[in-house]
């Protein structure tokens, strides 16, 4: 076929709708295996689209449900991605299930789905079922990273959490708040009958073909369980260093400490700063399938093919420190320990360094410098900290501008002090509007800014002095290391995120 016929057999797909009317009757898991979806053209032609035009009684039995067609073939990729367009716009949005469903009912334990079944494949479930399918599938269609069920006095609130924010989604009666509960248990393996004790479980769906991983966690509150469930993005997790906004030299630098035989890397931040994809990035840069690679995680987020990957469990008391000791015995090459949480984990990985191991890790601080006093704050000795620790990188995560309604203005002289800038303001800023694209947020998507302290002789020094953070901070500056503001402040002369954003994110600098 010429490239002038591809075009235009492309340009004749797009224009066909899928049958809304004759979706109910035809289950999407049919739909996909026998790669069939009948749509019809402006002029309200019926056609169905075929992936096997030779698949006769499958054609047959579409054709009874839908009268006569015209039969038109399509490649594979296009008929499954209009497939799975046309089912999820099937899903009724959770404010109008709640105003439209009245009286009372029990959760159907029995009418549970696996825990891989896809969810477009439930859309006539019982009320409740349908209820937390439809929380999910909005969750995951908005880029949410977290649900939040919330009982309150008089009702069942759920918020989620898009690019760090949480908004409002949806509230319901009072009376919903313990079928939706024990749904969420049942997806999760749960124990349905227990209220007085947190839980925690997993959810392992599909939505559309993909599989889709989220934690939950279950606490007892004044006014009944509280449920989180957090979105596991997998897309995020495998993302590379490229992609995750660290600036050429920067990428350079991050690269480069990579390479060192041994040592201690490590990547500093408050929770959802994007910490663990930074790590999984440098995993992936590493994995040449010449190393011996072994990861100690709680949770272990996404396997990475080639490498050993450790879930924590201190049920059976396998912790971060009594596993980094097991790992020691397997002749690693790399190591990455999920977090140092305290001074014993510390001295493990610090002593695995020091033998000749490179290590990645994380450790909760507002900056790179305050992980130095934060780890001899745990008991780590000066001289240890200063042979071993090869540099620090803190990050955030700041919220990027939708393109399609970002605002542009000069900024005021204050504003460009405030943002770290010297001289008179040059250039032009932007700032959130609000379309449709970005659900009237005026953000859409989230981008890292990094501040990477290489430790050299002169840090050295000042660590073996115990010298406070600022003193640290001050002489990587002079030295040449960009603060996170700094970062910030280029991501926003470049257009990509807002003054505001910035600021919100690193005014405890």
Known sequence: MSQEARKETAQDLAALVPEADLLGRIPIGYARKHLLLPCRDAEGTLFILSGRPDSSYALDEIRFLCGPARILSAPEEVILGKIDTAYERRHAPEREMVEGLSGEWDLDVEAAIEETRDLLESPDEGPV?????????????????????????????????????????????????????????VMANLDIGERRLPQDGRIRIRLGGNEIDIRVSVVPTAFGERAVLRIL???????????????????????????????ILLVTGPTGSGKTTTLYGALRTLDSGTKNIITIEDPVEYQIQGIGQIQVNPKIHLTFAGGLRSILRQDPDIIMVGEIRDSETAEIAIQASLTGHLVLSTLHTN???????????????????????????????????????????????????????????????????????CMNTGYRGRVGIFEIMIVDERLRALILERADSEGIKSRAVSQGMRTILSAGAEKVRAGISSAEEVLRLTQEE
């Open 129 to 185: 079922i349908k209820f937390v399918h439809s929380l999910i599938f909005r969750a995951i269609r908005e880029r949410s990273s977290d649900i939040h069920v919330e009982p309150f006095e008089k009702e069942l609130v759920v918020r989620n959490r898009i690019d760090g924010i949480l908004y409002p989604m949806v509230a319901a009666p009072r009376k919903w708040h313990a079928p939706v509960v024990s749904r969420i248990k």
């Open 233 to 263: 993005d997998r897309s995020n997790l495998l993302l590379g260093l490229e992609d995750i906004g660290l600036p050429p030299h920067a990428l350079t630098s991050v690269k480069r400490l990579l390479g060192r035989p041994n040592g």
């Open 367 to 437: 900056d790179s410098a305050s992980a130095v006093t934060r780890l001899i704050d745990m008991g780590i000795e000066p001289f240890l900290l200063a042979s071993s620790l090869s540099a620090v990188i803190a990050q955030r995560l700041v919220r990027k501008l939708c393109h399609d309604c970002r605002i542009s203005y000069l900024p005021s002289p204050a504003q460009w002090k405030e943002m770290g800038l010297s001289g008179p303001p040059s250039g032009r800023f932007f700032s959130a509007g609000g379309c449709s694209s």
